[in-house]
């Protein structure tokens, strides 16, 4: 091609080229833009729709809080499930009428389209719509509803969608809860049935989607991905239409529900290529996409590009036209030029090119005469270069060869002379290893395929490791040769496998430990993680690192200011958190923390380790609680006794009020025994008429049975006796008796030695009597009750005492537990090491005693988490007899080489079903059959297991011909940490005792020293 060609193209070049640019970069943001604005507008609706769907459910979810806390089904539920079988009886009839009252509107007010009550075995026991009261509803229900069944036994849980039969099939949810009674016991679950059409229409409304967009939902089913509702281009989607996972289809659901939110532009269902954004929703583990298709979205761009070109064709034939005209002009000066440089080129530098034009070209010529006079003066420096280069090569303290195709070397520093010898024109690999062909594990040669660096570990025939850079270039002949430099590494490699081993060893100890551990930056970012914390929050460690450590707790700013005070302290300890899990269930923890710095002293971050509180937590609400129960009882004891003083108090008063201030009965008679005078408020008590009286003897009062008795006093009187606070009885008129007390007195004559009358006050204390009696009986009743509640207040009171003091144990048995397992783990690494390396038969018998130690260190460790860690059973229907014989044939296999028999009569127990915790029983189990084993002294002897069964309750007998128990440590055997054995923590019957307590069963023991041991457990059928 021409100079002058060449020339026009470069003049043209320059003036379109920048056009071409600018027209590019224009249409390019244009076209980005209107992606980006696209993309943005996916992604807010994307946003609407999820949190609207989100918030759809959320508020079914409150909605279920709601009904779950509903007086009627703590209450009423219950007996449902009790009359379940029998639904015709009264009891059942009415539960169910109390509770259709109280949830009958509900499934309206919640737009959803039926609310169901289910049993533990899952079967429904009350539906708002009739028509589902079948034993076989819930079993007909998809994997994922039955999942959200058995999830919803303890959390609230959503299934995913299904299509429900009836006569036309419709999509369905369900919303699963536990049910609690008034106990706060979980009995059952609560069902909302959830018809999706109304949520349906949120998702699939494409307003503002332009013709070809839409708003879909797929759940992953395995390898592929399930759309769940009609698609604007396939009505009939639903259920039936899915994408492989990592296929070319549907690419923006298949990111959604892989977890991950984002937008751009991706191949749909369909095959078309899309601008959509994706958003994963994980409480219902769903995929949400919306999409446009990319040339509905993309339309204005394309339109520009067309206007584009054809602005670019006008401007190139206008530009075309000057361009040949300006490279005429410089072509003919560049062919003079040209031809001088070709003169030079051939090694004749004492040629000049000489043009005396003055414009730029005369000029180049010029300085093109002069370049020639400096290249004579650079070629004598170069070669002073080379040699200066080949004396710093040779000072490297590494090897530097040059290696062409055929394996010789053509090139190597003193280094490599020194180390491998010199070649001598023999190949690398014949003079370095004596070998007839190159090695099979050479890796240099590569970069001669690659034609690119390439870096490589070399072992060499020193027996060093070293660090090896190849590098293609070409020989001045133009063939590609290999430049190689290698650094020995081999102390280097050696401190970074020590380092690694020490490395690997601290994770294995963080990784052992219990206690959640993290690291923290200074800004508050986790930097670490051990697996401990990954199960107490839930989350990956990918996902926990880089994170705010605070926003893992219910309380961040309360975290922050703890992070704070160990920046400012230089340590934490005992500071109350509380770990949020992803699920959302809460872990309460103690944290200690403290700084962690560098060589030169500089805070780097935080280190800190949380213990676990909840169960201790637990334990000292449900005291509190029971606290309060107690205190409340005894408010309403006193509560009573106050209302009973105040009622004798208002008793008194009334008796006072009539002695002080009602008419008193009086009377009055001689020495004759007649009655002189006799009051109006004697009348009143008599009912006799004063003159139906006055002459008459005195004796006509009295009753004939106490005639004699009461005469006999009132003429004791007339020799001076002083008669007060008598009680007399009175006969009235009616012949009614009236219990009266008298005061009497002597009416003497004025000189004081005649009697002239006696004058005697009564009072009627009938009334006062029969009150008087009944307070007695009352306080006599009070103080009985009083002292039971006494009994039951220190009854309690020393339950309470003794809970503390099991949950003390507890928490002591888990620290001791999480202290010891560290050390142990480390004592276990150690001998494995030592194993390994070492190979001596003699120290391998000492190490295996330091396993099997280990080994029973362990055990007690598991003992101790065991009783520290014990919860409510979680009881379901068990097969005792399978339960039994497994426990008996694996704790034979243990003590096998013990020559004991074992005698079983379990054939009541066959086919008997009973509601237990079977890890709590088995452990149970476990310990007695155990400590049966443990009881031969001579590892001789023999154990019977027998049964029987009554309506209610299960009774197993382990009886073994052992060495028996002394009397004074019956009492005292389920006491923790109590043992007559050599080993163990004494922690075994004390857990049973827990484990029976908590199945509201007993467990026994009778012993005789050297006759042997009987241990009966009792366990209700049914809880």
């Not at 290529?273 to 769903?286: G, S």
């Not at 414009?359 to 300085?367: V, Y």
């Not at 893992?552 to 500071?575: H, I, L, M, N, S």
Request: aromatic share 8%; hydrophobic share 40%; proline share 3%.
């Amino acid at each position: 091609m021409s100079i002058r060609t060449k020339l026009t193209l470069m003049v043209l070049s320059v003036a379109l080229i920048p056009i071409l640019i600018v027209t590019i970069i224009i249409f390019t943001k244009y076209r980005n833009s209107l992606y980006k604005d696209t993309t943005s507008y996916m992604e807010n609706i994307a946003a609407l729709k999820s949190e609207k769907i989100e918030s759809y459910f959320r508020e079914l979810k409150t909605n279920m809080q709601v009904v779950q806390m509903f007086y009627v089904i703590k209450k009423e539920l219950p007996i449902l499930i009790r009359f379940s079988d029998d639904r015709a009886n009264p009891e059942f009839v009415n539960a169910s009428q109390l509770t259709d009252e109280a949830l009958h509107n509900i499934p309206a007010a919640l737009n959803i389209s039926d609310i169901m009550l289910v049993n533990p075995e899952g079967e429904v026991v009350y539906s708002s719509l009739p028509g589902n009261l079948q034993n076989e509803l819930l079993e007909t229900l998809p994997s994922t509803g039955k999942k959200a069944l058995e999830q919803g036994k303890q959390i609230v849980s959503f299934s995913g969608i299904f299509l429900k039969q009836k006569e036309v099939a419709r999509p369905q949810m369900i919303l699963a809860a536990p049910a609690f009674d008034l106990e706060n016991a979980i009995i059952g679950e609560i069902i909302f049935e959830i018809d999706m059409v109304p949520a349906y229409k949120v998702i699939e409304n494409a307003t503002g989607l332009g013709k070809t967009g839409e708003v879909l939902i797929g759940q992953r089913k395995g390898n592929e991905v399930v759309f769940l509702n009609s698609l604007r281009h396939d009505k009939n989607a639903a259920f039936k239409r899915s994408v492989v996972i990592g296929g070319q289809l549907g690419g923006p659901i298949q990111q959604a529900v892989k977890g991950i939110a984002g937008s751009g532009q991706l191949t749909d269902y369909r095959g078309k290529k899309v601008l959509a954004a994706w958003n994963y929703l994980p409480e219902l583990d769903w995929g949400l996409v919306t999409k446009i298709d990319s040339g509905e979205a993309l339309s204005g761009a394309a339109y520009l590009k067309k206007i584009t070109i054809f602005i670019l064709i006008i401007t190139s034939i206008f530009a075309a036209f000057f361009a040949f005209s300006i490279a005429d002009t410089v072509a003919s000066p560049i062919k003079k030029l040209s031809k001088g440089a070709q003169i030079i080129g051939s090694g004749n530098l004492e040629h000049k090119v000489a043009l005396k034009s003055k414009d730029e070209i005369g000029q180049l010529s010029r300085a093109f005469d002069k370049m020639t006079l400096d290249l004579k003066k650079n070629l004598a420096e170069l070669e002073f270069e080379r040699r200066r280069f080949h004396e710093v090569l040779d000072a490297l303290p590494a090897y530097v060869v040059l290696l062409d195709r055929n394996y010789h070397v053509p090139f190597a520093n003193r280094y490599f002379e020194e180390h491998f010898g010199k070649s001598e024109g023999r190949r690398c690999y014949e003079y370095l290893f004596k070998r007839s062909k190159p090695c099979e594990n050479c890796e240099t040669y590569k970069v001669l395929k690659t034609n690119s660096p390439f870096h490589w570990e070399w072992l060499g025939p020193n027996k060093r490791n070293y660090d090896i850079f190849d590098f293609p270039f070409k020989d001045v002949d133009g063939e590609t040769i290999i430049l190689e430099m290698g650094i020995d590494i081999t102390e280097q490699k050696r401190t970074q496998e020590a380092m690694r081993q020490a490395s690997q060893y601290a994770r294995s100890l963080i990784e052992a430990s219990l206690d959640p551990l993290v690291t923290i930056s200074a800004d508050g970012k986790i930097s670490d993680v051990n697996e401990a914390l990954i199960k107490a929050t839930g989350l990956l460690r990918q996902e926990l690192i880089g994170t705010d450590f605070s926003s893992y707790f219910t309380e961040p700013e309360k975290a922050r200011e703890g992070y704070q005070q160990v920046f400012e302290k230089g340590f934490v300890t005992d500071y109350p958190l509380t770990i949020r899990h992803k699920d959302g269930h809460m872990m309460d923890v103690l944290y200690h923390a403290t700084v962690y710095r560098d060589e030169h002293g500089a805070v780097l971050g935080v280190f800190a380790a949380a213990r676990d509180i909840t169960m201790r937590k637990r334990i000292e609400e449900e005291l509190k609680q029971y606290r309060n129960h107690l205190e409340l009882l005894v408010q309403e004891r006193t509560s009573q006794l106050e209302n009973t003083n105040r009622q004798l108090r208002q008793a008194r008063d009334y008796l006072e009020s009539i002695f002080n201030y009602a008419n008193a009965p009086f009377i009055c008679w001689d020495t004759n025994f007649k009655i002189t005078r006799f009051n109006h408020a004697f009348e009143r008590l008599t009912n006799y008429k004063s003159e139906e009286v006055l002459g008459k003897d005195l004796s006509v009062l009295f009753p004939s049975e106490s005639k004699e008795e009461s005469l006999g006093k009132i003429k004791r009187t007339l020799s001076g006796e002083h008669w007060e606070g008598e009680e007399v009885p009175i006969l009235r008129k009616d012949n009614d008796i009236r219990l009266v007390l008298w005061n009497s007195a002597n009416i003497y004559s004025e000189d004081g030695k005649n009697l002239l009358a006696t004058i005697a006050q009564g009072q009627d204390i009938t009334v006062r009597k029969k009150i008087s009696e009944a307070l007695r009986q009352s306080n006599r009743e009070l103080e009985h009750r009083v002292a039971e509640r006494t009994e039951e207040l220190i009854r309690a009171q020393n339950e309470l005492v003794e809970k503390k003091r099991l949950s003390d144990i507890g928490t002591l048995s888990a620290t001791v537990a999480h202290e010891l397992r560290n050390p142990l783990a480390a004592i276990k690494m150690a001998t494995y090491n030592i194993r390994r390396k070492a190979n001596n038969p003699q120290l391998d018998r000492h190490l295996a005693n330091i396993d099997t130690k280990v080994s029973e260190s362990e055990q007690i460790i598991n003992n101790l988490l065991f009783y520290s860690r014990l919860k409510m059973p979680h009881f379901e229907n068990t097969n005792i007899y399978e339960v039994l014989n497994e426990c008996i044939s694996s704790v034979a296999e243990r003590f096998d080489k013990y020559q004991v028999l074992v005698k079983k009569d379990l054939k009541q127990l066959q086919g008997i079903m009973a509601q237990v915790d079977q890890l709590q029983v088995k452990e149970v189990f476990n310990n007695i059959l155990n400590n049966a084993y443990d009881a031969f002294a001579d590892h001789k002897g023999e154990i019977e297991v027998a049964s029987s069964v009554d309506d209610s309750m299960i009774s197993i007998y382990f009886k073994d011909n052992g060495e028996g128990i002394d009397k004074e440590y019956l009492e005292r055997l389920f006491n923790p940490f109590f043992t007559t054995k050599a080993k163990g923590t004494g922690l075994g019957l004390a857990v049973c005792m827990q484990v029976m307590r908590l199945h509201n069963g007993k467990i026994n023991i009778e012993s005789e020293k050297g006759k042997g041991t009987t241990v009966t457990v009792i366990v209700p059928v049914r809880q």
